[in-house]
C-alpha cells in the first residue's frame, strides 16, 4: 500500500498541533472538573475500593474495546471526522452524568465516556503524528501532553469553585450543585468541537480503498521488517502492563490520603492538583530534550523515576514527604510519557499509524481494566490489615508495591530490548 504523504505546509502543521493540543486541554479540564469527586461520592452512595476500580475500569475498557476500530474509520474517513464526533459526544454525555442518582448508574455513564475518549484521543494524536516531522516528534507529543494535565490539573481547581458558587452564591442543593460542574463540561465539550470543525485540517488523504485488518493481522503487520515488528510487540506488552500498574494505584490515591491523613475531598484535589502541575510544565521541555539525547533514554529515566515514587508513597507517614513523591512520581511520568509516544511513532509503519496506534491505546487500557479493580480489590481486601513484621507494613501498601514492581519490569524490558530506529540530533 502507497504512503500517504502529509498536505499541510509548515504554518497549517504547526495550527494543526495547537488546536489539537487546546482540544486535549478542553477535555482534560472537563475530566478534571469531576475526576477527584468520584472516589468520594461513591463512598458517600455506599461503595468502595472495588467499586472506584469499576467506575475506572468501566471507562478504561471500552475505550480498549474501540480505539482500534475508530483508529481503523479514521485512516478510512478522516482523522477530524472522527475527532469531531468524539468532541461532540462528549457533550452529551457530561449531561447525562447529572441524571444517575446511583453508583452503578454513574458507571453506565463512564463506560460511554469511554466511548468517546476512543474517538478522540488516540485520533488527534494519530494526527499530530500526521502534522509532525520525524525530529520534531518529541515536542509535539510533548506538547499534547502537557496540554491534557494542565487541564487536569486546573479543573480540579475549577469544578470546587463551581461547586462553592452554585451552593453557597446561587443557594442550590447539594445534590444539584453537584451537577452544576457537569453543565460547565458539557460547554466546553461544545467550544472544543466548533474549534475542531473550523481550524483543525487532515494532514493525509483517507485510504481510498477500505481495509479491514483483523487482530491478528495489526499484530503480525505484512510488510514490516522483522526488527521493527520485534519493537513493536515489545511496545504493546509495556502498554499493557504498564496501563495496569499505572491504574492499579490511580483510582486509590484520593482513598490513600483519606485513609492515611484524614484529609477532606476538597484539600486532596488541591495537593494532587499542585503534584500534576509540577509534572505538566515540564511535559513539553522534555519532549523537546528527548528529540535530542533519544526518546528511549528519556522514557528510561522517568519510568525508573515514576515507579519508585510509587513503591515508596505508603512507606512515608508524614504528609509532606507524600506531597514530594506525588510530585516526583508525577514529573517522572511526563518525562516518561511524550518520549515514549514519539519512539512508539518513530516505530509505528505510516500507512497503518491510525490502528497501531489506536491497538497500542487499547493494550494500554486493556491491562488499566485489570489493574483499577484489582488495585480495588487489594485495598478492600487488605486495608489497616498489620502483617507482623519488624517494618511497619500495612494493607494498604499492597497495591502500591504490586504497581512499583510490574512497572519497573516493563521500563527494563523497553530499556534492554528496545532500539531507536533512528538518531536525530536537533529539534530546531
Known sequence: MPVSKCLLGEEAARRNVNYLASLDFIISLGFGLILPLF??????????????????????????????????????????NIILAGSILYAVLAILFTVPDTWFGLIFVRAFQGVASAMVWPVSEALVIDSTPENKRGASMGKIVMASN????????????LFM???????????????????????????????????????????????????????????VEPERLRYLKILY??????????ASIGPLMVLFLMFR????????????????????????PSGRYADRVGKKLMFVVGGYVAFVAIIFIPFSYTLPVVIVLLAARSMAFQVSSPALR???????????????????????????VVGAPLGGFLWDCFQGR????????????????????????TVMMVHLTVKERTKTKTAP
Open 342 to 368: 514519539a519512539l512508539q511513532a518513530d516505530i509505528v509503519p505510516e500507512n497503518l499509524r491510525g490502528r497501531l496506534i489506536g491497538l497500542l491505546e487499547s493494550m494500554t487500557n486493556m491491562g488499566s
Open 39 to 80: 472516589p468520594v461520592y461513591i463512598d458517600l452512595l455506599g461503595g468502595g475500593g472495588l467499586e472506584v476500580g469499576i467506575l475506572f475500569s468501566s471507562f478504561v475498557f471500552t475505550r480498549a474495546l474501540l480505539a482500534t476500530p475508530f483508529g481503523n474509520l479514521s485512516d478510512r474517513l478522516g482523522r477530524k
Open 261 to 284: 491523613f484524614d484529609l477532606d475531598a476538597g484539600t486532596i484535589s488541591i495537593l494532587i492538583g499542585i503534584s500534576m502541575g509540577l509534572g505538566a510544565l515540564i511535559a513539553f
Open 150 to 161: 494542565l487541564g487536569f490539573v486546573i479543573g480540579p481547581f475549577v469544578g470546587g469553585a
Open 237 to 246: 506488552l509495556n502498554a499493557s502492563i504498564e496501563g495496569f500498574s499505572f
Open 165 to 223: 458558587f452554585a451552593s453557597q452564591t446561587l443557594g442550590y442543593s447539594d445534590q444539584d450543585s453537584y451537577k452544576f460542574p457537569f453543565y460547565f463540561t458539557a460547554a466546553l465539550a461544545l467550544a472544543g468541537s466548533v474549534m475542531t470543525w473550523l481550524y483543525v485540517t487532515d494532514a493525509k488523504h483517507p485510504e481510498k480503498i477500505r481495509t479491514r485488518l483483523s487482530l491478528r493481522e495489526l499484530l503480525n503487520p505484512s510488510g
Open 386 to 409: 498489620d502483617f507482623g513484621l519488624p517494618y511497619p507494613l500495612d494493607g494498604t501498601m499492597v497495591p502500591f508495591l504490586l504497581s512499583g514492581v510490574m512497572g519497573i519490569a
